[in-house]
């Protein structure tokens, strides 16, 4: 069952094997024709090759130049699975203390907490990361150790059709749940881990009851049933299938950025508005990455995430996926991010784990109204 979890392998999945964990692992493990592979290898390759087995959400086409930059400097080769978080995140659990991760990386914040509540992650002791990541991005230290870091953010805005939408009719969450907004919104689907952790911190703004009429209403706002990613919500109010549409910043500052004629003419028709800024502000999502529970490369583990909050890798983060770096001392330059802010913004500041913890009421709600 796992495998089906992860039809996408963007490197062979089999890690390479070091000459310890062979010895190890001989008698009970490895076949016949594993072992003569093994030997068959020379022997010096075997000795020096350093290898580092991540399970990534990250699902950005412009991480090889991440991942390469990594090999690049430290020669630890990486081996790579890609799955959503939640795929992830049962992936561990199935695999135990026989999975191979040792580094997980997921995009949304609540998924973060999950794995550190459920255990599946190993605390990382490293000076250089307590000192690079402010201490709202990362995990509560507990005995020196913290059981993820967030390497970068993203926020949760809303685009319109700027013939259509008064800009003022749609610059805070609640008002997606009004009816003066009716057949006007496109969204992904309720369940994926960007809306639940968005209507998680709109429930701790909210109170329950609220929170579920405000669902209620966006159901019966939707222009379409929910489907597709974030993208496909912003092309849709370009082309006028819907009015008013919900996504991440980066996929916006990717159009933005896009060179294609078609990208941009679908720029020219929307506006953006960062929600709730006369009030608690917009919903921003971290991106972020652990050490696994079981993780064998404990110390290229701890290399790669240290690696991750550098200059070089956060300005990939700024620039390469058009996310904002957190790490301190990292200025943003991206112009599209910039155009989009006018600058700066007010967040929220809700914690992550009261997000986390609303999410199951919150998917009960999403049953109860039809929010597919
Ligand atoms: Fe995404």
């Not at 929220?348 to 929010?371: C, H, W, Y």
Request: aromatic share 6%; with cysteine; net charge neutral.
């Amino acid at each position: 069952m796992p495998q089906t979890l992860f039809p996408k392998l963007s490197s062979p999945q089999t890690p390479s094997l070091t000459p310890s964990l062979t010895l190890s692992l001989t008698q009970s493990l490895i076949g016949a024709g594993l072992l003569l592979a093994a030997l068959a290898a020379p022997l010096q390759s075997q000795a020096q090759e350093a290898t580092l087995n991540i399970y990534s959400a990250r699902h950005y086409p412009t991480d090889e130049a991440l991942y390469g930059n990594f090999t690049k400097s430290t020669g630890i080769k990486i081996n790579r699975v890609d799955a959503d978080d939640a795929g992830i995140l049962a992936r561990l659990k199935a695999e135990g203390s026989a999975s191979p991760a040792d580094v997980i990386l997921l995009v949304d914040a609540a998924r973060l907490v999950k794995g550190e509540n459920d255990g599946l992650f190993a605390p990382v002791k490293s000076a250089a990361l307590q000192a690079a990541i402010p201490a709202q991005y990362h995990a509560k230290t507990v005995d020196g150790g913290v059981a993820w870091f967030g390497f970068s953010t993203r926020a949760r805005v809303v685009v319109y059709d700027k013939a259509r939408v008064n800009r003022d009719d749609v610059d805070t969450y609640e008002e997606l749940g009004d009816a003066k907004n009716k057949g006007r919104l496109c969204i992904r689907s309720g369940s994926h881990p960007y809306n639940l952790s968005l209507f998680g911190a709109v429930m701790e703004h909210l109170g329950d009851k609220a929170t579920e009429d405000w669902l209620k209403g966006m159901v019966a706002n939707m222009a379409r049933a929910p489907k597709g990613g974030d993208t496909d919500q912003i092309r849709a109010v370009a082309s006028g299938e819907c009015a008013v549409a919900v996504t991440n910043t980066y996929y916006l500052a990717r159009l933005m950025r896009s060179t294609s004629a078609e990208d941009k003419a679908v720029v020219e028709k929307i506006g953006v508005v960062f929600p709730n800024q006369n009030t608690w502000g917009t919903h921003v999502n971290i991106a972020g990455g652990a050490m696994a529970k079981y993780a064998k490369n404990n110390a290229n583990a701890i290399k790669f995430l240290e690696y991750l909050a550098s200059p070089s890798a956060q300005e990939h983060f700024a620039n390469g996926n058009n996310e904002w770096p957190v790490a301190k001392g990292v200025s943003l330059s991206n112009p599209a991010l910039q155009a989009m802010t006018g600058g700066n913004f007010k967040s929220e500041t809700i914690p992550i784990s009261a997000v986390g913890a609303n999410q199951i009421k919150v998917q009960q709600m999403l049953d109860r109204v039809g929010f597919r």
